[in-house]
């Protein structure tokens, strides 16, 4: 095959000779050859697609050393490691929308005006804790209340990481002021890893206990979220479910990677290794977030019991058909018995409407 010169190579691949010998200069794409007299580049026309799949990359906006990771991985990788750089792009776009809303909402003053409008806001709520058809003992705790929901799924200690973790989280019962949400939040995380960290100082068998932990907090309109572990929330809005937490699992980050698929994810020998949780010593670095509530949302909080067992879309209709929180819970955890029940199993479900809405008939 006969290489083509810079000027040509260009021509072709619609880019200018600037931006091949930048891409050169990044490793991006090398010449075939450069010759050692003139310094002239000079490139092969095979070379073309990998020309156009950098220019489509940098259009995504994907970072250089990305791009150029993805240049070097076959079809099919390429293809899932661009869907999973969408899919953070959109994460942290919805994060980001969400804090410029309450921004502005805070900015022009309305913050207050806000949550008066919504202070009939409140939560019908039911939680349900199972140990499941396999496990001995139940490892998870689970917590609803009028402000707080939780699940803690502990480790190596019985219950008394879960435990410890939602007590230290009750304080929060009491009034949050607006605006005071995320950061009273991450004081009751930060009591939280205090006390696992005392309970695995208090005997040497509990040195390696701890446990996940994803808790919301409402106060008016909005809630707060904090999230740790592979336990996960759900919001149910107009019909469609979303998990609003992120796995904090090897697993999930070689999906994020495009090395797994979910499919592969779902039997892959260490799929309940934690990245994250609250842990003895550990760094403790919890995902904190703000988010808006809505008249009609539904939201589920759960253990890997559940999640691990049963598809997104059975626990969707679930979600939809039962108007009773209390049903809702007792369906999911039939719906984990029935797929074996292999761990301990715990969901918390909250329906938000009117308080009007609310008051017994
Ligand atoms: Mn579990």
Redesign the pocket.
């Known amino acids: 095959m006969e290489l083509l010169t810079i000027g040509s190579f260009a021509r072709a691949a619609r880019l200018s000779a600037k931006a091949l010998r930048r891409y050169d200069e990044l490793g991006l794409l090398t010449p075939a050859r450069v010759d050692p007299y003139s310094g002239y580049r000079f490139y092969d026309p095979a070379q073309l697609e990998r020309a156009r799949l950098v220019v489509w990359l940098r259009r995504l906006g994907m970072p250089l050393a990305r791009i150029r990771a993805v240049c070097e991985l076959e079809p099919r990788a390429a293809a899932r490691e661009v869907r999973a750089y969408w899919s953070q792009v959109e994460a942290d776009t919805a994060a980001r929308r969400e804090l410029a809303a309450f921004l502005e909402d805070h900015l022009s003053g309305k913050d207050t005006a806000m949550s008066s409008v919504h202070s009939t806001l409140g939560i019908r709520y039911a939680v349900l804790s199972d140990t499941g058809a396999v496990r001995e003992s139940n490892?998870?705790v689970g917590y609803a209340g009028p402000r707080l929901l939780a699940v803690a799924?502990g480790f190596g200690g019985g219950r008394h990481a879960g435990e410890a973790a939602i007590e230290a989280l009750k304080p929060l019962e009491a009034e949050v002021p607006g605006g005071q949400l995320l950061s009273a939040l991450e004081d009751a995380a930060r009591r939280v890893h205090e006390s696992v960290n005392e309970l695995a100082a208090s005997d040497p068998a509990l040195a390696g206990v701890g446990t996940t932990l994803t808790a919301l907090l409402w106060s008016g309109s909005e809630l707060g979220l904090v999230h740790i572990g592979d336990s996960r929330a759900y919001l149910l809005r107009e019909g469609a479910l979303f998990q609003i937490t992120h796995d904090h699992t090897l697993v999930q980050s070689m999906i994020d990677d495009g090395r797994l698929t979910e499919e592969e994810a779902a039997s892959h020998p260490q799929r309940?290794l934690l990245l994250r949780a609250v842990r003895c010593g550990s760094d403790f670095e919890p995902d904190l977030a703000l988010r808006d509530a809505r008249d009609g949302d539904r939201y589920l909080l759960c253990?890997?019991?559940l999640s691990?067992v049963v598809p997104h879309e059975e626990i969707r209709h679930v979600l939809v058909a039962q108007s009773d929180p209390g049903r809702a819970v007792r369906e999911l955890v039939a719906l984990a018995q029935r797929a074996g029940g292999p761990?301990?199993v715990t969901c918390v479900v909250a329906h938000v409407a009117e308080q009007r809405a609310l008051a017994p008939a």
């Open positions: 490892e998870d799924d309940a253990s890997d019991g691990g761990d301990n």
